[in-house]
């Protein structure tokens, strides 16, 4: 178990890859904190993992919020009193079409949640990373 005792934040958990990462996280030992802004979802997810002997909290998180990404982190912290990885895989695409005819508000917010919203995660963990002297992104 590569990941065992590891405390692993994983946002965009609430459908497909970031749930699988998060299933394939806790099958190698990892403590894993299910972030999204779904919480119906992130709560069932928790909860399979736990059902399968993992152990798992779900934490909402709308990455382009700071302050809710300070959260997360915190919760992290308070629960288990590290985090050792992040990965960020919140995930939002504007509507399909050519991109000079979109409207730039939509890319804008893909932009934010998928680039702004990894720096916001990076700025609310590399804190307890260099306190503890350990961590990845």
């Not at 890859?17 to 802004?37: D, H, I, L, T």
């Not at 949640?113 to 916001?120: D, K, P, S």
């Not at 995660?121 to 002297?133: C, D, E, F």
């Amino acid at each position: 178990m590569i990941l065992k005792d590891k405390v692993v934040i994983i946002t965009g958990a609430g459908p497909g890859m970031g749930q699988a990462m998060c299933r394939g996280a806790a099958a190698e030992g990892a403590k894993v904190v299910v972030s999204a802004r779904s919480v119906d979802a992130i709560q069932a997810l928790a909860a399979d993992i736990q059902a399968a002997g993992g152990d798992a909290i779900a934490v909402p998180c709308d990455v382009a919020k700071t302050d809710q990404c300070h959260a997360l982190a915190q919760e992290a912290i308070a629960k288990w009193g590290r985090i050792d990885g992040l990965v960020h895989s919140a995930y939002y695409h504007p509507d399909w079409g050519s991109l000079i005819d979109h409207s730039i508000d939509q890319v804008v917010q893909a932009l934010d949640v998928i680039a702004v919203g990894g720096l916001r995660m990076a700025q609310a963990v590399v804190p307890q990373m260099k306190a503890q002297g350990s961590g990845s992104i």
